[in-house]
């Protein structure tokens, strides 16, 4: 059973940072990322590392958000920068042991851009 650990959402002022981790219990992955779902929207793609360091972005965030990992420890983050009230979401790790194979969720974390 794979488990994902978040921390790092909060309240920012517009313009902002805010830096989301997310800790897989010991298996390696496939690759690892972060969706985000805002309320009485759908849950959408934000960015995605794989192993092999490949990444992309949700085009509203390309160049604000950096995706990051630490193989050793099995962590991705998710650092943004120059944050918009409309980034305000729920952020939702995600996880893939393989390129074909379920998709595993953390329990996500809050992040609100308001002034």
Same mark, same amino acid.
């Given at each position: 059973?794979?488990?994902?650990?978040?921390?790092?959402?909060?309240?920012?002022?517009?313009?902002? @940072?805010? $830096?989301?981790? !997310?800790?897989?219990?010991? &298996? &390696?992955? *496939?690759?690892?990322?972060?969706? $985000?779902?805002?309320?009485? +929207?759908? $849950?959408?793609?934000?960015?995605?590392?794989? #192993?092999?360091?490949? #990444?992309? *972005?949700?085009?509203?965030? =390309?160049?604000?958000?950096? &995706? @990051? +990992?630490? @193989?050793?420890?099995?962590?991705?983050?998710?650092?943004?920068? @120059?944050?918009?009230? =409309?980034?305000?979401?729920? *952020? *939702? !790790?995600?996880?893939? &042991?393989?390129?074909?194979?379920?998709?595993?969720?953390?329990?996500?974390?809050?992040?609100?851009? #308001? #002034?």
């Amino acid at each position: 059973q794979v488990q994902l650990v978040e921390s790092g959402g909060g309240l920012v002022q517009p313009g902002g @940072s805010l $830096r989301l981790s !997310c800790t897989a219990s010991g &298996i &390696i992955m *496939y690759g690892m990322g972060w969706h $985000r779902q805002a309320p009485g +929207k759908q $849950r959408e793609l934000v960015a995605f590392i794989t #192993s092999g360091g490949s #990444s992309n *972005y949700a085009d509203s965030v =390309e160049g604000r958000f950096t &995706i @990051s +990992k630490d @193989s050793a420890k099995n962590t991705v983050y998710l650092q943004m920068d @120059s944050l918009k009230p =409309e980034d305000t979401a729920g *952020y *939702y !790790c995600n996880a893939k &042991i393989a390129v074909v194979g379920p998709t595993y969720w953390g329990q996500g974390t809050q992040g609100a851009v #308001s #002034s």
